[in-house]
């Protein structure tokens, strides 16, 4: 999804895009990743690959999110760094934050305590990828460095109906219950835990800023700064795609946290900030759940 995003958002840049999937390169291959760079010699990466998924898939495949995302960025980074990348944008995530720190989540709360049980194999893996990419900058004086995106949403998202985050997963149950006609959905939880999203292509815009910037923090916060609970968000879904029937919650489903947003001060002082509202940026998102679904091409893997 991020890829794909920053693709969009580069494609009347003047830069040559080189891109790199799964099938062409593995990153978890430590000679097959160094052989690529060698070869292709970028001069600037954004690191937009990972094992990615929802609480289920973490917690039920740990040892892969653990050893697949480290083995990525390692091999990346140390990579970039052996040809002579200029340039580095490690994607980190603000659910690597621990799971009770001070909100809205500043920067400097890395680290700070213990991390969420559910996804703690995925944070160890990209924590030390954006320390390691830290240690590059200090020792060896290269400007590699990482951007924390909140919720994302928008194309090219995971609508999977067990593994997917909670946005896709509204989408797609709302769209499936207008289809169905059914008269009610079912929403896990009380819907009261408040969470923030953002649209990828603001994202995209996002990094293009980052990678502007002549010494840009060693990570920055990526949101809007603003929440919604799951009941609004779930409202918003519903209205977006046009289902008109009941939304129930079920309390005796786990919550979660009960808020998570970033506090998006360091990122605003630096010279950005989002451009694309929730209500228009589902309906875009909508769309494109239309028409990837239309093509045969939504992902649900
Ligand atoms: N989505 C979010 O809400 C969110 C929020 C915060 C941060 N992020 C971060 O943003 C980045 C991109 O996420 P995304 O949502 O764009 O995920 P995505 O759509 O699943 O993209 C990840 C890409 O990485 C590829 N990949 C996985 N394993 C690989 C391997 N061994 N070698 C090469 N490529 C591999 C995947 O290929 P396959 O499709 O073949 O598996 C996929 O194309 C990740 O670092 C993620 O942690 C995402």
New binding site residues.
């Given amino acids: 999804?991020?890829?794909s995003a920053m693709c969009r958002r580069l494609a009347a840049s003047r830069c040559e895009i080189l891109t790199?999937?799964?099938?062409t390169?593995?990153?978890?291959q430590a000679n097959a990743t160094n052989d690529y760079f060698a070869d292709q010699r970028p001069d600037t990466v954004i690191?937009?690959?990972?094992?990615?998924g929802g609480i289920l898939a973490n917690a039920t495949f740990p040892v892969e999110f653990l050893t697949?995302n480290l083995m990525?960025a390692v091999n990346t980074i140390n990579a970039a760094y052996r040809h002579g990348v200029e340039r580095f944008l490690f994607?980190?995530?603000?659910?690597i934050y621990p799971r009770d720190c001070e909100q809205p989540i500043k920067e400097g709360s890395l680290l700070s305590g213990p991390l969420e049980s559910t996804n703690e194999a995925?944070a160890l893996a990209?924590i030390a990828g954006l320390k390691l990419c830290q240690y590059y900058r200090r020792q060896h004086g290269v400007m590699f460095h990482s951007a924390?995106?909140?919720?994302?949403?928008g194309p090219?998202?995971?609508y999977h109906p067990d593994h997917s985050?909670v946005m896709p997963a509204l989408i797609r149950r709302f769209h499936e219950a207008k289809q169905a006609g059914k008269s009610s959905v079912q929403l896990w939880g009380t819907g009261t835990p408040r969470r923030e999203f953002l649209h990828?292509d603001d994202l995209a815009d996002a990094i293009v800023h980052l990678l502007s910037l002549e010494s840009p923090p060693d990570w920055v916060n990526v949101g809007t700064g603003t929440d919604i609970t799951i009941l609004e968000l779930a409202q918003l879904v519903a209205k977006t795609v046009g289902y008109e029937g009941e939304i129930q919650t079920d309390p005796s489903r786990p919550d979660g946290t009960p808020v998570k947003c970033t506090d998006v001060t360091l990122l605003n002082e630096s010279g950005w900030k989002h451009k694309i509202d929730l209500t228009k940026g589902l309906k875009h998102t909508y769309e494109a759940f239309l028409e990837e679904t239309l093509a045969g091409r939504l992902?649900s893997a």
């Fill in positions: 999804m991020v890829g790199a999937s799964r099938q390169l593995d990153l978890t690191f937009a690959s990972a094992k990615v697949d990525m994607l980190g995530s603000t659910c995925y990209k924390m995106p909140t919720n994302l949403y090219g998202d995971n985050h990828v992902r």
